[in-house]
T-cell receptor, first 116, second 113 residues
Framework: ETGVTQSPTHLIKTRGQQVTLRCSSQ?????VSWYQQALGQGPQFIFQ???????GRGNFPPRFSGLQFPNYSSELNVNALELDDSALYLC???????????????FGPGTRLLVL | AQSVSQHNHHVILSEAASLELGCNYS??????LFWYVQYPGQHLQLLLK????DPLVKGIKGFEAEFIKSKFSFNLRKPSVQWSDTAEYFC???????????WGLGTSLAVNP
């Protein structure tokens, strides 16, 4: 176990709805990254938060947004859900300062989202 | 654009066979390389990583990987696989100042007892 937790574990939504996914980072980690993993694919980087600021973003539309809180936990919000948003959403925490600026990311179990 | 390719999508082996999973990346500068494993029903777990120094790195559960800079490769190896190694294996790369981890599509390994 990595100490990274995510909630909920599973979620079913309908097209057009909004969803919020949550992540608690491992103790001592100040960076949270979010990934989308479609079936049979590798994870795709959505964005990263470092000390409550967005610190990099992948090729995802603005309807994917996030927050990081002072305790370094994080939320991923997706508005106007589409069928293609169905995937496993992974959260990873890391602490760049502990490894000279290079990150080892530790993953949570993920939230499986199904959009109908 | 930076990319990671894993050569084998599906691999089937018998127990005690040797394993080598290929990983190549496209970036000419400094890279940091990772192999992650995802056992059935479990979350992604770090297997091993290369940051600098000895290009032959050893990870958990008897796995090792060799970074060959001239070939842009970071292949994963294990001399003798076990049934419990059945899992999905992902190669991932941090390239340069890019803050995102770039992933391969994964290799599904099935080990028959």
């Amino acid at each position: 176990e990595t100490g990274v937790t995510q909630s909920p574990t599973h979620l079913i939504k309908t097209r057009g709805q909004q969803v919020t996914l949550r992540c608690s980072s491992q103790s001592g980690h100040n960076t949270v990254s979010w990934y989308q993993q479609a079936l049979g694919q590798g994870p795709q980087f959505i964005f990263q938060y470092y000390r409550e600021e967005e610190n990099g973003r992948g090729n995802f539309p603005p309807r994917f947004s996030g927050l990081q809180f002072p305790n370094y936990s994080s939320e991923l919000n997706v508005n106007a859900l589409e069928l293609d948003d169905s995937a496993l959403y992974l959260c990873a925490s890391s602490s760049p300062l502990s490894e000279g600026g290079v990150e080892t990311q530790y993953f949570g179990p993920g939230t499986r989202l199904l959009v109908l | 654009a930076q990319s990671v390719s894993q050569h084998n999508h599906h691999v089937i082996l018998s127990e005690a066979a040797s394993l080598e999973l290929g990983c190549n990346y496209s970036y000419g500068g400094t890279v940091n390389l990772f192999w992650y494993v995802q056992y059935p029903g479990q979350h992604l777990q770090l297997l091993l990583k290369y940051f600098s120094g000895d290009p032959l790195v050893k990870g958990i559960k008897g796995f090792e990987a060799e970074f060959i800079k001239s070939k842009f490769s970071f292949n994963l190896r294990k001399p003798s696989v076990q049934w419990s190694d059945t899992a999905e294996y992902f190669c991932a790369v941090f390239a340069g100042n890019n803050r995102k981890l770039i992933w391969g599509l994964g290799t599904s390994l099935a080990v028959n007892p």
